[in-house]
């Protein structure tokens, strides 16, 4: 069994800054690329960031300059630590992770339910 679990959102005023954590724990062998989505209503699930285990980042160019993704690998865990946060960033915010169960087994993705940010104007 594995569990991601998200913590740490909730409700800012525009310009403020909040950090998302997400814990990975049960029966994990490796964890290659961790990373965050976000839906909005009524839009498709989007990238936000992702992070390799070598800590290569990814970003989506809406929040480029804003956002920072960072790992601790020994704790399993991805932050998403959010500056200057708009209204157009409210949504609920998904982690990821491909990781693998054991040896000889192929990475697989496994997700988060997800915490909700909402950025008042």
């Known amino acids: 069994q594995v569990q991601l679990v998200e913590s740490g959102g909730g409700l800012v005023q525009a310009g403020g800054s909040l950090r998302l954590s997400c814990a990975a724990s049960?029966?994990?062998?490796?964890?290659?690329?961790m990373g965050w989505h976000r839906q909005a209503p009524g839009k498709q699930r989007e990238l936000v960031a992702s992070?390799?285990?070598?800590?290569?980042?990814n970003y989506a160019d809406s929040v480029k300059g804003r956002f920072t993704i960072s790992r601790d690998n020994a704790k399993n865990t991805v932050y998403l630590q959010m500056n200057s946060l708009k209204p157009e960033d409210t949504a609920v915010y998904y982690c990821?992770?491909?990781?693998?169960?054991?040896?000889?087994?192929?990475?697989?993705?496994?997700w988060g339910q997800g915490t909700q940010v909402t950025v008042s104007s």
């Open positions: 992070i390799t285990s070598g800590g290569d980042t």
């Open positions: 990821n992770a491909d990781l693998k169960r054991r040896v000889g087994v192929r990475f697989e993705p496994y």
């Open positions: 049960g029966s994990i062998f490796s964890i290659n690329a």
